[in-house]
T-cell receptor
Framework: ETGVTQTPRHLVMGMTNKKSLKCEQH?????MYWYKQSAKKPLELMFV???????ENNSVPSRFSPECPNSSHLFLHLHTLQPEDSALYLC???????????FGQGTRLTVV | GQNIDQPTEMTATEGAIVQINCTYQ??????LFWYQQHAGEAPTFLSY????GLEEKGRFSSFLSRSKGYSYLLLKELQMKDSASYLC????????FGAGTTVTVRA
């Protein structure tokens, strides 16, 4: 248990569905991140929020839409995904940009 | 851009020592992290180096040479539970990860 909770743990969705991933941290961190982890590839940074403001969008397709209503919660809204979007989506948080990130368990997403 | 390289796989025997190397070329540098990730689990923080030299934490040590763009993670007295993927990550105001090194510990 790292203090970062992600739901759901597993998600199967069709290409026309709309779903959301949720991340919650109770560590008092001000920075939150979404990462994508595909098999045999490095963790890819998708979005960064610092004090609820998006500070980084790593050229992520618009079918992924993040939302950060407060510094404890982060969402990733998904719509019209492609099969190649199937991956493990990890949320992380940290005190600032120069401290270690704490990761959630991830959501294993399968797009069919 | 970022280029972070580490070996894909390593195998070692229980009780042995394994050294995982990481080389990086990044546009900025504000520290290097090592994470451990067991299959199906979240990455967990192992170590952080921002200055040159060796940081020791029990059975795990991490070394950094900024001038060479090089780090290593040393795992001593290997145990079966150390079988996992080890991720090198460079902080240039965002964390950029290597692809990870899968370490298999054999009895």
């Amino acid at each position: 248990e790292t203090g970062v909770t992600q739901t759901p743990r597993h998600l199967v969705m069709g290409m026309t569905n709309k779903k959301s991933l949720k991340c919650e941290q109770h560590l008092g961190h001000n920075a939150m991140y979404w990462y994508k982890q595909s098999a045999k590839k490095p963790l890819e940074l998708m979005f960064v929020y610092n004090f609820k403001e998006q500070t980084e969008n790593n050229s992520v397709p618009s079918r992924f839409s993040p939302e950060c209503p407060n510094s404890s919660h982060l969402f990733l809204h998904l719509h019209t995904l492609q099969p190649e979007d199937s991956a493990l989506y990890l949320c992380a948080s940290s005190h600032g940009r120069n401290t270690e990130a704490f990761f959630g368990q991830g959501t294993r997403l399968t797009v069919v | 851009g970022q280029n972070i390289d580490q070996p894909t796989e390593m195998t070692a025997t229980e009780g042995a020592i394994v050294q995982i190397n990481c080389t990086y070329q990044t546009s900025g540098f504000n520290g290097l992290f090592w994470y451990q990730q067991h299959a199906g689990e979240a990455p967990t923080f192992l170590s952080y180096n921002v200055l040159d030299g060796l940081e020791e934490k029990g059975r795990f040590s991490s070394f950094l040479s900024r001038s060479k763009g090089y780090s290593y993670l040393l795992l001593k007295e290997l145990q079966m539970k150390d079988s996992a993927s080890y991720l090198c990550a460079v902080n240039d105001y965002k964390l950029s990860f290597g692809a990870g090194t899968t370490v298999t510990v054999r009895a």
